[in-house]
């Protein structure tokens, strides 16, 4: 190992071995020891011993890449950073914010060593700084990426490094800095458009529900493959035994026109010599008869696990057999991987979990509940929470989720249960499984990095479309603006989010209602973190709102308005009317049209039944109470005496489609029960008398 010495053993001073260690201030993976790690005056500092979330990348910090001139520069910073004493007003950054931080500044620091090769970090100079920053502009498009890049320079000064004059610190620049352009805090992740991510869930779900007996039965009969099996003098059978039953197999091939185990039009002679249950010297000797025996019945990828397929697709088995051959969209290590991102799919698109929790989640993690009958009706599960927490190991939370998220789970359990050696502690550690299945997480992460979780996102559009393709089918994953659309992690919430907000009560691939996702996943936040998942699905909530409410403005639709509150609600939108004409809302401008509403919010809340202009102190939706609400509760909403009531002609429309039920089931034959009846009649009762107390006009 080598030794400190110069400007590298400075950074210590007197202080005692141990501090050599740069993870010496950081909480290691469990198993790791401070011994084993990286010291300063190493040229590579591996970061996976302090990347305590299971699938957080272990990069390393390689300072060879660094021009020697500023080595040790960057060095000291990231000590600091890592491990070292911290100004009073700084916090201690997060492992993966240190690696950014080496990269943007050493980016810096090749464009100072080619440019101004004979410049220190000490001897910067504002023109150095200025001339930087026209280089940024002239390189990167993004404003935001020039931001990043210029706030990694500015951490030598932030954390008051010997390596820097004091006096040049550049957040005094004016000319350092450039106008922010950004949309504020506001989420930009695309959601997944309503063709793509339909079917991507309808696909996810098909290998769980109706494909994933067949290949945990192929991980069954592979595992049970790979156990060695005991032939020759050890079995006690005299060597011709072996011979005799070769024959014997053989011959029941040609009989029954059974292909052999074979790959790439070849038997393979391993596969056949488990299969008969002897040596592979022993299947050498009839070599002849079997490769006649092959010309004569052919061969198969898939007699090597002989399974029968069970899922069917259309009545039909959805694939012909499952391979050990590497590659192969049929093979088992292929099929696994889908599986398991289906189940990533169902589980992100139906809890509002983030990436790093669902990551978390380990075997046993999913409860049930059960009613009286023994009827399962509620499915929470248990993780780790690091969003917002002090605590960088995460705390533990708890999640309300549908059964399809629950089943989703159990699968995994399955596949991980089925795996050979000791069993997973992370349902989403990488399922190794069949020839070519690869080796261990890069780094010593437990869990799929998030990165190879959006690889396995692109890959699984493309089995779908390529599956498609071959069994001529239409129900594909769709292009959009003529490209594949690229999934991503972030996507699965911000989705969710949107179809809680805009479709509340509605359904989707083979009926999911959300609105009833939305209920659970708002009350069954059990966990100490806060999700932000409802602050999300609010934001939805307000957007949508602001633009039915422009919608109302520009075709006048208020006016349309009837009941107790139309004349209220008529007052609120014109004030609305003047505001967003006068700043030129429309109803594309995300950010200022949420702005609007925080500010001059004109609290009418268009809904499916009935349109509420809202005012507390006549709300019969909200407890009386000292404290003002400032929203209604739609819920809870008593149309039939709320003062707040007005009713659009959507709303109309949407009462006497149900009139029009209503009727349909009083009338049917064979009649209805006596109590179901009258409660029919009694209902129909209600929406007409709250049809004729906002328009006389209305004929029961």
């Not at 000490?122 to 931001?147: C, G, K, N």
């Not at 959006?454 to 479309?465: D, G, K, S």
Request: proline content about 6%; charged content about 25%.
């Amino acid at each position: 190992m080598k030794s400190a010495s110069g400007p590298e053993r400075s950074v210590f001073g007197d202080d005692a071995h141990l501090r050599q260690y740069v993870l010496h201030q950081r909480a290691l993976r469990p198993g790791q020891v401070l011994e084993h790690t990286a010291r300063f005056y190493d040229d590579d500092w591996p970061l996976a011993p302090a990347s305590l979330q299971s699938q957080a990348r272990g990069l390393t910090l390689r300072f060879t890449t660094v021009p020697s001139t500023h080595r040790v520069v960057l060095k000291r910073l990231c000590y600091k950073l890592l491990s070292g004493p911290l100004p009073d007003d700084e916090e201690r950054p997060r492992v993966s914010s240190i690696v950014t931080t080496f990269y943007n500044l050493r980016l810096f620091l090749v464009w100072l060593d080619v440019h101004h090769p004979s410049t220190t970090t000490r001897d910067l100079t504002r023109e150095i700084l200025d001339s930087y920053q026209r280089h940024l502009l002239l390189t990167h498009s993004s404003s935001a990426r020039r931001f990043a890049l210029r706030s990694a320079v500015n951490m030598l000064w932030r954390y008051h490094t010997d390596d820097v004059d004091a006096r040049l610190d550049p957040r005094r620049n004016p000319v350092w800095t450039e106008p922010d352009t950004a949309v504020g805090r506001e989420n930009r992740t695309e959601r997944i458009p309503e063709a793509v991510h339909s079917r991507v869930l309808v696909w996810a779900l098909r290998f769980i529900d109706d494909f994933s007996d067949d290949i945990l039965g192929a991980i069954e009969a592979w595992r049970t493959r790979r156990r060695p099996v005991r032939t020759g003098p050890a079995t006690g059978k005299p060597h011709g035994y072996q011979q005799s039953r070769i024959r014997d197999y053989l011959a029941a091939a040609r009989s029954t026109a059974q292909p052999l185990p074979g790959r790439l039009g070849m038997p393979h002679f391993n596969a056949i010599a488990y299969i008969i249950g002897c040596d592979r010297t022993a299947l050498e000797r009839q070599r002849e008869d079997v490769i006649q025996t092959a010309i004569a019945v052919g061969v198969s990828e898939y007699a090597e696990l002989a399974m029968d397929i069970r899922g069917r697709i259309d009545g039909r088995p959805w694939v012909k057999g499952i391979s050990l051959t590497p590659g192969r969209d049929d093979s088992l290590t292929v099929l696994t991987r889908m599986l398991q991102i289906s189940c990533y799919i169902v589980i992100a698109f139906l809890s509002g979990m983030r990436d790093n929790e669902i990551k978390h989640l380990r075997p046993g993690c999913c409860t049930t509940a059960y009613d009286v009958s023994g009827r399962a009706y509620r499915w929470t599960v248990t993780s780790l929470a690091f969003k917002g927490e002090v605590d960088e190991h995460g705390v533990t939370a708890t999640w309300v989720v549908g059964a399809a998220a629950a089943r989703a789970i159990r699968v995994l359990e399955s596949a991980h249960a089925s795996l050979p050696g000791p069993p997973s502690q992370w349902l989403f550690a990488p399922l190794k499984v069949g020839p070519g299945a690869g080796s261990a997480g890069r780094g010593g992460n437990h869990a799929l990095t998030l990165a190879a979780t959006n690889q396995q996102l692109a890959r699984f559009t493309t089995w779908v479309n390529t599956y498609c393709i071959q069994q001529d089918r239409t129900d594909c994953i769709p292009d959009v603006n003529g490209r594949p659309w690229r999934l991503s992690t972030r996507q699965f919430r911000r989705t969710l989010a949107w179809y809680i907000a805009r479709l509340p009560g509605g359904s989707i691939a083979g009926a999911i209602a959300y609105r009833h996702h939305s209920i659970q996943m708002f009350e069954g936040y059990a966990g100490t973190s806060d999700s932000g998942f409802r602050a999300e699905v609010e934001a939805e909530q307000a957007l949508a709102r602001g633009e039915e409410l422009l919608a109302m403005v520009d075709q006048h639709d208020h006016t349309h308005l009837l009941g107790p509150a139309a004349d209220t609600a008529e007052i609120r939108l014109e004030a609305f009317m003047e505001r967003t004409q006068f700043q030129g809302i429309v109803a594309t401008d995300r950010h200022r049209l949420l702005r609007l509403l925080s500010r001059d919010d004109p609290a009418i809340y268009p809904d499916r039944y009935v349109t509420c202009v809202y005012d507390h102190r006549k709300a019969l939706c909200r407890e009386r109470s000292s404290v003002p609400q400032e929203k209604p509760n739609l819920a809870d909403c008593k149309p039939l005496t709320c003062a707040n009531v007005a009713l659009s002609e959507t709303n109309r429309t949407e009462w006497e489609a149900e009139l029009g039920t209503i009727d349909a089931d009083i009338n049917a034959r064979p009649a209805l029960p006596p109590l179901l009846l009258a409660r029919l009649q009694q209902r129909r009762t209600q929406i007409v008398k709250l049809l004729q107390r906002h328009e006389e006009a209305v004929t029961p």
